[in-house]
Nanobody
Framework: QLQASGGGLVQAGGSLRLDCAVS????????MSWYRQAPGKQRELVAS???????NYQHSVKGRFTITRDNAKNTAYLLMNSLKPEDTAVYFC???????????WGQGTQVTVSS
């Protein structure tokens, strides 16, 4: 089970932190990721982090967003600074097992950035 939280309404330039808490799984999580989907657009990768802490960011969020994880808690965090109206979307958490055979999605959390 993936529980995403932390979305909301914020003014441009503001900050939000999204949390993705994973429970009731029997495997090690290799990659934890955040995706987003804006109205009328395809879902896109925002940021990902491996078990070892290696990170990858979409170019448009580099320097503004930071993804971290707590392996002991099976929780990933996305700290979003300097938010822009174009960051408005539903954000989804995703995990991939260490084998790569299992992937799960959490429910989305809405992030709205007003100009």
């Amino acid at each position: 089970q993936l529980q995403a939280s932390g979305g909301g309404l914020v003014q441009a330039g503001g900050s939000l932190r999204l949390d993705c808490a994973v429970s009731r799984i029997s495997f090690t999580i290799r990659t934890m990721s955040w995706y987003r989907q804006a109205p009328g657009k395809q879902r896109e990768l925002v940021a990902s982090i491996t078990y070892e802490g290696n990170t990858n960011y979409q170019h448009s969020v580099k320097g503004r967003f930071t993804i971290t994880r707590d392996n002991a808690k099976n929780t990933a965090y996305l700290l979003m600074n300097s938010l822009k109206p174009e960051d408005t979307a539903v954000y989804f958490c995703n995990i991939v097992s260490v084998t790569g055979l299992s992937t799960y999605w959490g429910q989305g959390t809405q992030v709205t950035v007003s100009s």
